[in-house]
């Protein structure tokens, strides 16, 4: 066996192989014993006549396409080990000669994660955000919570700002055509949340009951839709009900509704508590985010082709579904952006999918740089605790045993430890 390697990228590697006529013979004598099944022979039981006698009986044909078959996975798989590569998708494998059972050349292109050049992971620049929960941060969800537990009576006079007027509102073009998600029956809006597009309350202030208005206004600059970025659109509003908002006191009695607590000053304590340690876990997250990010931005990443396309359809299947969750079919959201399907690929899609695929490689060389493992102990823990979290759910528990899903938790784990080491390098400067 003769192997010629030559690498044309970073991320491909190409074998010219060239096999003998004893690596062909081999090839052939495990081609006869798997067809051999298939030969009837009187006197013998299927499978168990001389090998000589079956490759009399087989069709030269089909024992001539096994035999290349062997060859060709046998000398590809030797050539795999001695060269120490580990592909990343099936081979392309171009057949340049064969003389049945004297000789065979071939050459295997084989995709492989290229050399990763890692940048100083030691000394990036990220820095964590510092958080704290003020007076006024618990101020404000007190007076949300005040809101959540409010009563309503309906009045019969002028909205005013702090009620709730049930409305139906119905919005328009220049045109006289709907505008997509400018509709709602019986929606309580309430008059200070700002919830609606500027100008939108300010007209609803002094409707009464059973008062229908007419009025245009534009919706903002920077609006989430690009389609409605700026656009002028008329509203047609019904007030069918204006409530007054009757808001609890904030005392100990409202403590004790709304937690385990027994006074205000305790319930401030815990919201002060909670808000420090929501804030922290955040800054965590952006703080390792922001590391991620720094170190792939000063590492040389070679992206592999059949990766970066299998990321891709991953990241859209994932952002499809989230559209999905969010009430929105694709079909709207390339509308209410203004992109066409190709454009989404190019300009959202691959970019995010690559982002995403650099960060997963990154990571992966850092923990083998680091010899970061995890240990069988804790795979388990990690599975057991898993399963705690659907204790009634034997469903869920069965599928967190199927190997695939334990590879899945064992990967997020190693990922987990190596996002911890990279950020103990930091934290040690």
Known sequence: MKIIRTNPSDTTIVFTISG??????????????KLAPQVKMQGFRPGHAPAELVEKQLNPNTLQEETLNEVL???YETALRQENIRPVANPKIELKKFVPYTDIEFTAEIEVIGTIKLG????????????DATAKDVEEVLNRLQTQMAEYAEVARAAKTGDRVWIDFDGTDAKGAPVNGAKGQDYPLALGSNTFIPGFEDNVLGMKKDDQKNFTIPFPKDYGVKALQ????????????????????????FAKKVGPVSTVKELKADIKKQLKQERDHQADREYQDALIKELVAASDVP????MLTEQIEIVDKEFKQNLVYRGQTFKEYLEATGLDEATYKEKELKPAAQERLKAGLVLSELADI???????EELEIRLQ???????????????LEKPENRREVAARLLTEKTIAKLVSFQNSK
């Open 120 to 131: 100083n992971y030691k000394k990036l620049k990220a820095k964590k955000q510092t958080t």
């Open 230 to 253: 700026g656009k002028k659109v008329t509203f047609k509003v019904t007030a069918k009900k204006i409530e007054e908002t009757i808001l609890p006191p904030i005392d100990d009695e």
């Open 303 to 306: 992206l592999p082709e059949s």
């Open 20 to 33: 003998t006529a004893t690596e062909l013979a081999a090839a052939k004598n495990i081609a006869v014993a």
């Open 73 to 75: 996975n046998a000398l």
């Open 385 to 399: 605790v898993l399963k705690g979290q659907y204790e009634s759910d034997q469903k869920m528990q069965s599928e």
């Open 370 to 376: 680091e010899k970061v493992t995890i240990t069988p």
